[in-house]
């Protein structure tokens, strides 16, 4: 019986030590080195082997070593094996750090500001009160709810969008896409949090944007699949959206030739809002396995219909 990962070598190394100290009676392997195939029974991956269904005929549980889990094609997996998506708490803290970073830069200018410096420029623009300026989370799941409960502190009016009804206090909520409209219409700083499923692909769009209102901004920390990179780019021009900060992008890494690199109005990281901790997502995958022999519900499990 062997637990296989297939990630992030350097990173892999340091599950091995943690497997180590915590389950030695379980056998880690890193990716390429299988071992024999019948004998893996839990997979862990960034993206999974091309054959996952047919290689490891006892597969037993699949774990996304992310947050999100849409890098899995799930018509490939076999349906009686669940998939398990990542949610050790530091992935949440470390998002709720960079979304609050995005929004004080786009409330406070930092676009404009860093602009400025470059041409030498020193000229005040008058603050906006936090009050004034209404930020909207698509996504009220683990990381769009960890946000708004650290934006609370600030005073900005806040609203959230997700596809069921959900109350949180001090939280204007929308759901579904009837409502979309009028959440949009009420937000200056729009984040995104959404998982990438069929309905949210391409969700970032010049319809949605020009919903806004005209001069607002944009955080992408979902996937690059939500955005329609051409669209923003056409806003940004059209001054329909005034700066993005953008952690994601469709083709990772972002190609050498790619407009959002010199982009002044967008500000663009790595793929960096958080990442899993091996240590955590050791106790994380253990205890979930634990779970798994006790026939008990799993915690972080895909629903394979809504697709998250
Ligand atoms: P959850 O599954 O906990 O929450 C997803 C939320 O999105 C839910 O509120 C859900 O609605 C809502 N949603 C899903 N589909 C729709 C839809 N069609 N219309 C409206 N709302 C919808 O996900 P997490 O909060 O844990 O993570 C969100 C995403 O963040 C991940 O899938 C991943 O893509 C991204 N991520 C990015 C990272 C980075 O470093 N940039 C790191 C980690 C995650 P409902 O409440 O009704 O189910
Ligand atoms: C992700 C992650 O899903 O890094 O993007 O957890």
Request: glycine residues 8%; charged residues 20%; negative net charge.
């Amino acid at each position: 019986m062997t637990f296989l990962y297939k990630a992030n070598t350097e990173r892999g190394a340091e599950w091995a030590r943690f497997f180590a100290a915590r389950a030695p009676e379980l056998p880690f392997r890193l990716w390429p080195d299988v071992g024999e195939p019948k004998d893996v029974r839990y997979l862990a991956a960034w993206m999974p082997p091309e054959d996952v269904g047919t290689a490891f005929p006892n597969l037993e549980l699949i774990f996304s070593v992310g947050a999100g889990a849409d890098q899995f094609d799930l018509s490939k997996l076999p349906p009686h094996i669940p998939l398990i998506r990542m949610m050790e708490p530091g992935i949440a803290e470390s998002m709720v750090e960079y979304v609050t970073m995005a929004v004080l830069a786009l409330h406070r200018n930092l676009v404009n500001y860093i602009a400025q410096q470059r041409e030498q420029t020193w000229h005040e623009i008058r603050i906006t009160p936090a009050a004034k300026r209404r930020v909207g989370v698509m996504g009220l799941g683990m990381l769009g709810q960890a946000v708004l409960d650290r934006l609370t502190s600030f005073g900005f009016p806040l609203a959230g969008w997700s596809r069921s009804p959900r109350t949180i206090d001090g939280v204007d909520c929308y759901a579904g896409a009837d409502a979309l409209p009028d959440f949009l219409a009420r937000t200056d700083i729009l984040i995104c949090l959404l998982p990438l499923t069929d309905e949210t692909r391409g969700i970032l769009n010049q319809p949605l944007f020009a919903r806004l209102p005209r001069g607002a901004s944009l955080v992408n920390v979902g996937r690059g699949g939500h955005l329609v990179e051409a669209d923003l780019l056409a806003a940004l021009s059209q001054g329909m959206l005034s700066a993005a900060v953008l952690d994601v992008a469709e083709r990772e890494p972002l190609p050498a030739d790619h407009p959002f690199w010199n982009h002044p109005r967008i500000l663009l990281t790595p793929h960096i809002a958080s990442m899993t901790s091996p240590a955590a997502a050791v106790d994380y995958v253990l205890d979930t396995i634990t779970r798994h022999h006790r026939g008990e519900a799993l915690p972080g499990r895909v629903d394979r219909d809504r697709g998250y």
